[in-house]
């Protein structure tokens, strides 16, 4: 069974830093990608970032230059730094991650339970 588990998040003002960590924990063989989804009330589930297991990112564009993903292979944990957030930053954010748990199985997507992030105006 593998868990992810978030924490962070929380209520900022309009300008201010935030900062979402995740961890995965349960029978992993290997990680692949990890990244932060997020979801606004009454809108669509968008990928906000991602990071490989060799460090490379990808952003979408309305976040790019505030926000920055990280993560610790060793620990296999993830971390989204979020600075000059704005109000249309306002959803719960979901931990993702594609891996293994057998070196025979299939990757397979594996989420969190969603964390609320809200910027005030």
């Known amino acids: 069974q593998v868990q992810l588990v978030e924490s962070g998040g929380g209520l900022v003002q309009t300008g201010g830093s935030l900062r979402v960590s995740c961890a995965a924990s349960?029978?992993?063989?290997?990680?692949?990608?990890m990244g932060w989804y997020r979801q606004a009330p009454g809108k669509q589930r968008e990928l906000v970032a991602t990071i490989t297991s060799s460090g490379k990112t990808t952003y979408i564009d309305s976040v790019k230059g505030r926000f920055f993903i990280s993560r610790d292979n060793a620990k296999n944990t993830v971390d989204l730094q979020m600075n000059s957030l704005k109000p249309e930053d306002t959803a719960v954010y979901y931990c993702?991650?594609?891996?293994?748990?057998?070196?025979?199985?299939?990757?397979?997507?594996?989420w969190g339970q969603g964390t609320q992030v809200t910027v005030s105006s």
């Open positions: 349960g029978s992993i063989f290997s990680i692949d990608v």
């Open positions: 993702y991650t594609n891996l293994k748990i057998h070196r025979s199985l299939p990757q397979r997507d594996y």
